[in-house]
């Protein structure tokens, strides 16, 4: 399994940036996609997350602003930040959750639910004021 997570960048308040974190190795028709930040100093925090059938969470923290989209066919799922603000620069990671026996509408954007094994390399944010 592999996640590679890109598009990340320096951005100025108020712009907007796309992320794409593309899978390989499994299909996204069985695994929900989340997504996450680390700022310097801080703990791992969930932004959202894409289940296998396309239902979105979102932290309360990025609701408005962010939203997600899934390439099926390319088994890539999109980060779209809007708006974006200072404290939204972190590196951003996406993970993978397998869904084979849950709700395949639901997902997490709790870190403990994806496997260790099912993580990408981060890209950095940043966002300047």
């Known amino acids: 399994v592999q996640l590679q997570a890109s598009g990340g960048g320096l951005v100025q308040a108020g712009g907007s940036l796309r992320l794409s974190c593309a899978a390989s190795?499994?299909?996204?028709?069985?695994?929900?996609i989340g997504w996450f930040r680390q700022a310097p100093g801080k703990e791992r925090e969930g932004v959202l997350c894409?289940?296998?059938?396309?239902?979105?969470y979102y932290a309360d923290a990025v609701k408005g602003r962010f939203t997600a989209s899934k390439d099926s066919a390319k088994d890539t799922v999109y980060l779209q930040m809007n708006s974006l603000k200072p404290e939204d620069t972190a590196v951003y990671y996406c993970?993978?959750?397998?869904?084979?026996?849950?709700?395949?509408?639901?997902?997490?954007?709790?870190?403990?639910?994806?496997?260790?094994?099912?993580w990408g390399k981060g890209t950095q944010v940043t966002v300047s004021s």
């Open positions: 894409v289940s296998s059938r396309g239902s979105v």
């Open positions: 190795g499994i299909t996204l028709d069985y695994y929900a």
């Open positions: 993970a993978a959750e397998p869904q084979f026996l849950a709700d395949r509408s639901k997902c997490s954007i709790y870190d403990s639910n994806y496997p260790s094994d099912y």
